[in-house]
């Protein structure tokens, strides 16, 4: 059972990712999280200490879901198919997590600390990616990186605004443009 802070934080990425930076006071918190009205006042005084205790408890989401896989580098094949089901979850069941996460990445724009913290949970992301196409031969691991992190970003964006949202379809519409990035930074690419 997590603990009350965790339970107002989670509560709080959900009413964001419904309701928008705009709808994320305590009281609305408060309200979804079915607690007496103060309680999320008591545990973060401020809405910027709110909205920071979000971006943390992303970053600490993040790091219980982003491990690069154990032993040898995945191939090529097996590299596209976690890829794509790691976008199936930001857009099934992470689609809350993300909708929060673009709430905030647009808020930090204006915010450099709130910006700081958000890059390095992208950084988790990146660097996993990195650490695999280096195993696998990339010649510039952090940059390809840094690109294959960017298209899944697009696509599950994309994917999250006009869909495909679930199931077969979204796999099928994602693994060969994730594919394809994957390759083009790998040797042997045809390209």
Known sequence: MPDRRTEILDTA????AAHGLRGLTHRAVDRAATLPAGSTSYYFRTREALVNGCVRRLLELDRADVRAPEG???GLDRLADLATEACVRMVTTNAKRTRARYELALHSIRTPALRRELVEAGDLLRDGIAEVLGRLGASEPARAAEEVAAVMDGL????LVRGPRGGEQLRRWLRPQ???VLAAHLPGDPH
């Open 13 to 16: 990425l959900d009413v964001l």
């Open 72 to 74: 040898p580098a995945p």
């Open 156 to 159: 599950v964006f994309t994917a």
């Open 178 to 180: 994730l594919h394809r």
